[in-house]
T-cell receptor, first 116, second 110 residues
Framework: GAVVSQHPSRVICKSGTSVKIECRSL??????MFWYRQFPKQSLMLMAT?????????EQGVEKDKFLINHASLTLSTLTVTSAHPEDSSFYIC????????????FGPGTRLLVL | DAKTTQPPSMDCAEGRAANLPCNHS???????VYWYRQIHSQGPQYIIH???NNETNEMASLIITEDRKSSTLILPHATLRDTAVYYC???????????FGGGTRLMVKP
């Protein structure tokens, strides 16, 4: 149990385009999902916390108008990188938790974004 | 969330036990100790977590000192597939936010 998927696993796009990444909890309802970014040889950095049906909470330094997060259902959250630039190239990972408090976070396999 | 410190890297011989230490001297009473690992180019994988008592599951054992200021993750019989970066995280349930440090890069060698 507790499987989280992401789609796509890898995407290459031209500078200026927008890219949508999906995160799904396959066998549980996730009231909270998290989006992380990881640059090469670095640790994961939390970008935002997303609760179903409400606006995402962004970490300091993360532009909410550039990284649009939608958490429309208990099993799906999407991250849209708008007007992507080469510096947005990174490994984007989502995680999801059961219910609200005190539950383990389960991570998706990640999406590697390369912006040319 | 409390900060954790881990050695940046460790080696272990295949088939031997891998003991990964973690210091969390500023951990507070309601913070759990969580361990994840990340194999190259994959998302982190949950391993185990605990509050006060030692824990064991099919993947590993977690030994937490009585004062809760440090812990050790034990992989009883390391295999080559256990080569990964292991993250020790102290996690405030109410905050519901994981903060990843640098982790320990474990290299299991034949």
């Amino acid at each position: 149990g507790a499987v989280v998927s992401q789609h796509p696993s890898r995407v290459i796009c031209k500078s200026g385009t927008s890219v949508k990444i999906e995160c799904r909890s396959l066998d549980f309802q996730a009231t909270t999902m998290f989006w992380y970014r990881q640059f090469p040889k670095q640790s994961l950095m939390l970008m935002a916390t997303s609760n179903e049906g409400s606006k995402a909470t962004y970490e300091q330094g993360v532009e909410k108008d550039k990284f649009l997060i939608n958490h429309a259902s208990l099993t799906l959250s999407t991250l849209t990188v708008t007007s992507a630039h080469p510096e947005d190239s990174s490994f984007y990972i989502c995680s999801a938790t059961y219910l609200a408090v005190g539950e383990t976070q389960y991570f998706g396999p990640g999406t590697r974004l390369l912006v040319l | 969330d409390a900060k954790t410190t881990q050695p940046p890297s460790m080696d272990c011989a295949e088939g031997r036990a891998a003991n990964l230490p973690c210091n969390h001297s500023t951990i507070s009473g309601n913070e759990y100790v969580y361990w994840y690992r990340q194999i190259h180019s994959q998302g982190p994988q949950y391993i185990i977590h605990g509050l006060k008592n030692n824990e064991t599951n099919e993947m590993a054992s977690l030994i937490i000192t009585e004062d809760r200021k440090s812990s050790t993750l034990i992989l009883p019989h390391a295999t080559l597939r256990d080569t990964a970066v292991y993250y020790c995280i102290s996690y405030n349930n109410a905050g519901n936010m994981l903060t990843f440090g640098g982790g320990t890069r474990l290299m299991v060698k034949p």
